[in-house]
């Protein structure tokens, strides 16, 4: 079983950009497509971005296309989600996940992915 441990959450002003890193330990996520979500308070988990196994493909939740870039490297076991323009609404626990293969399907579910991360908390004030 892959651990996986985000990090680089925080408060920041509206615009302000954060960059949220996933480190992976006790096996190699070369072989797994990966990707983030977040929940903020009251809500259900949602589908935040989705990167392929060997970064071909990236997917976006239509509210942060354009905004935040995935991305992955394999060679030190770790995923990035650069956010930029960030707005009041994308205030939530980010969650990094580890897919049970190597492509990522836009009909996917949370139940597709086998290994979650505790979160970290962005804040983002307007």
């Known amino acids: 079983q892959v651990r996986l441990e985000e990090s680089g959450g925080g408060l920041v002003q509206a615009g302000g950009s954060l960059t949220l890193s996933c480190a992976a330990s006790g096996r190699t996520i070369s072989a797994n497509a990966m990707a983030w979500f977040r929940q903020a308070p009251g809500k259900e988990r949602e589908f935040v971005a989705a990167?392929?196994?060997?970064?071909?493909?990236?997917y976006y939740t239509d509210s942060v296309k354009g905004r935040f870039t995935i991305s992955r490297d394999n060679a030190n076991n770790m995923v990035y989600l650069q956010m930029n323009s960030l707005k009041p609404e994308d205030t939530a626990v980010y969650y990094c996940?580890?897919?049970?293969?190597?492509?990522?399907?836009?009909?996917?579910?949370?139940?597709?992915?086998?290994?979650w991360g505790q979160g970290t908390q962005v804040t983002v004030s307007s």
């Open positions: 990167i392929n196994w060997n970064g071909d493909n990236t």
């Open positions: 996940a580890a897919h049970s293969r190597r492509y990522y399907g836009t009909n996917d579910s949370p139940a597709d992915f086998g290994s």
